[in-house]
């Protein structure tokens, strides 16, 4: 499935699920060398249990496949990381032209799920302040209102508690760079206004 594509644009979509997930991590250093480590082992656990997950579209199987399959480069994946919205958005402009819409979807679900359980791997976040509690509370009214609008569940307040603000900027940043709201596919469809 990946050889219509060149082996830069191959490069580029084999090394993002795994560029995600360590971009992801390195969004917030208030956890310290625990919260990196489990980070870091959560992303290793995350990217090969995805490619055995076989309930995934044909095209993401095949891909994380293939992210296992260059374990060995994972090491120098690390450069330009802050690179990985943009690369992000490359991959969705590429794969929308390729991709059946339920295909493309399983793609930027993928990124964003394997991004979203590298941030609960650990808690960062343990401000018990007035301030601090307030600040949960405005997250979880916020994690219900997104929740609405994308039509899924709303995280648990454990889940929320264990992504630190900065990760959820980083995934909402995520999010807007995977196009999650279907503007691209949606303007490439004939009746598109």
């Not at 009214?141 to 990760?167: Q, Y």
């Not at 999650?180 to 009746?191: H, I, M, Q, T, V």
Request: glycine letters at 4%; aromatic letters at 6%; a negative charge.
């Amino acid at each position: 499935m990946l050889d219509q594509f060149s082996e830069d644009q191959q490069a580029l979509l084999i090394a993002l699920p795994y560029r995600t997930g360590l971009w992801l991590s390195q969004c917030d250093s208030t956890g310290g060398g625990d919260a990196d480590e489990a980070e870091m082992q959560a992303l290793h656990e995350i990217v090969t249990g995805f490619a055995e997950d076989f309930l995934k579209s044909e095209f993401v199987q095949a891909l994380m496949e293939q992210t296992v399959a260059h374990k060995n480069a994972w090491s120098t994946w690390n450069r330009d990381i802050d690179l990985v919205p943009e690369e992000c958005r490359k991959a969705v402009q590429l794969l929308a032209d390729h991709l059946d819409r339920k295909e493309f979807l399983s793609f930027k679900q993928n990124l964003m799920e394997i991004a979203t359980d590298v941030a609960l791997a650990y808690r960062e976040n343990g401000d018990d302040s007035l301030s601090g509690r307030v600040n949960v509370y405005t997250r979880l009214v916020s994690e219900k209102v997104r929740s609405m609008m994308m039509g899924r569940p709303p995280r648990s307040l454990d889940e929320i508690l264990n992504i630190s603000e900065a990760e959820q900027a980083a995934l909402d940043r995520l999010a807007e760079a995977l196009d999650l709201d279907g503007r691209l596919f949606k303007a490439r469809e004939p009746n598109a206004a």
